[in-house]
């Protein structure tokens, strides 16, 4: 496939936010947006997951000739800075296109309990995704729609909050004694 025609000035804002950027937000056609790490390589944002112990790309929809929408935020700010079409491309594990992929990825991809044999693990039970640029910015400096877009987070047993211990309050209120 070719690459679509991008302004040299929208190239420049999806590159330098990606690069610049630990996590982008993903939202394939299924799904909500996901927060994802990546690395920029070769004029793409590259992913690894859905295998044990990566980052779950399931649910997203994300198939190779499919498309999703990528959200990179401001570094200094944190804010949206920018939203831009992708075209999603699955790597096989078996070309120089994936092995120069991972390379980058292993060498981002922090506390890997297997970091000498990561490749041929990713190769065996993971996919490496590349996320190319399909179109101009969606969304942009001077182009952003009103209101936050904010989502409520997912169900998940880690955000269930229980009761604070009874004795807690006694405990912090000595220690602040003790210091004074």
Sequence with gaps: MTTPSIPASGRALIEESAKKSALVWVRGPQGPDRALWHVWHDGAVCLV????????????GLVHGG???????????????VVWPARVVELPPDGDRWEAA??????????APDAASIAGRWARECRVL?????????EGPGAMPDGSRAAAPLPT?????????????KLLLRRGRRRG
């Design 49 to 60: 997951g859905d295998g044990p112990g990566e980052q779950p790309l399931a649910g997203l």
């Design 67 to 81: 498309t999703a929408a990528v959200t990179a935020r401001s570094k200094d700010k944190g804010g949206r800075l």
């Design 102 to 111: 991972v390379a980058e990825l292993a060498g981002k991809r922090l506390n």
């Design 130 to 138: 590349r996320l190319e640029p399909a179109g101009e910015p969606t």
């Design 157 to 169: 047993a880690a955000t269930t909050r229980r009761p604070a211990p009874a004795g807690l309050p």
